[in-house]
Each structure stands twice: as structure tokens, then as C-alpha cells.
């Protein structure tokens, strides 16, 4: 059975840093491109960062600059580093696996059940 499960969330004051982390289990991810997303109340989910197999990176402008996605292929995890975090990046974050490395194609095969991230002022 796959699995991701995320961890590293929580409250946080705006200016701060968080890092999150997502463990899969329950298949090889060889191959595999990777994401977080995210999802506040009343929100779509919205596409946070990717990484594909060898190690592409790719972010939307909302977190580009403040998000650093990284992936340890050994491990099967993935994290993604959040600095200088503001009051609109608090939102349920998601991990998520994609089978054939096309990390901005939608949508993923695999999620985790999220991990909040609050954000105080």
C-alpha cells in the first residue's frame, strides 16, 4: 500500500522558517517526480514545488526565492524548506508522487493527508 506521510507542520510567526517532510513508502518511487501543494480554507489547492527523479527543481512565483524543495532518493523522502514565510502561505501542505517524472503535469498519482501550516502575524 502506498503511503506519504507528512510531517513538520505547525504554527509559526510571519519572517519565520519551517521544513517540511514527506516519507513514501509501499512501492519503488525510482523515477518518480515529486510535489508539494497546498490548500487554505476556501482555496483551491494550489502547486507549491516540484522535483523530478535527477533532481529539476520548479516553483511558481509565489515561492520562488523563499521554498527550497530536495528529495533524497535513498530515503524516499522529500522536503521542502520554507524561509521568510508570510501570513498567505498558511494552508494545509500535501505531498505528492507523480509516475512518469513530468513534474508539471496534473494531477499527481499519490497524496499524502497534509500537514498545516499556520502562519501568525
Known amino acids: 500500500q502506498v503511503q506519504l506521510v507528512e510531517s513538520g507542520g505547525g504554527l509559526v510567526q510571519a519572517g519565520d522558517s519551517l521544513r517540511l517532510s514527506c516519507a513514501a513508502s509501499?512501492?519503488?518511487?525510482?523515477?518518480?517526480?515529486m510535489g508539494w501543494f497546498r490548500q487554505a480554507p476556501g482555496k483551491e489547492r494550489e502547486f507549491v514545488a516540484a522535483i523530478t527523479w535527477t533532481g529539476y527543481t520548479y516553483y511558481p512565483d509565489s515561492v520562488k526565492g523563499r521554498f527550497t524543495i530536495s528529495r533524497s532518493r535513498t530515503e524516499n523522502t522529500v522536503h521542502l524548506q520554507m524561509t521568510n514565510l508570510k501570513l498567505d502561505d498558511a494552508a494545509a501542505y500535501y505531498c505528492a508522487a507523480r509516475a512518469d517524472n513530468s513534474p508539471l503535469k496534473f494531477p499527481y498519482d499519490y497524496w499524502g493527508q497534509g500537514t498545516q501550516v499556520t502562519v501568525s502575524s
Open positions: 509501499g512501492r519503488s518511487f525510482s523515477g518518480y517526480a
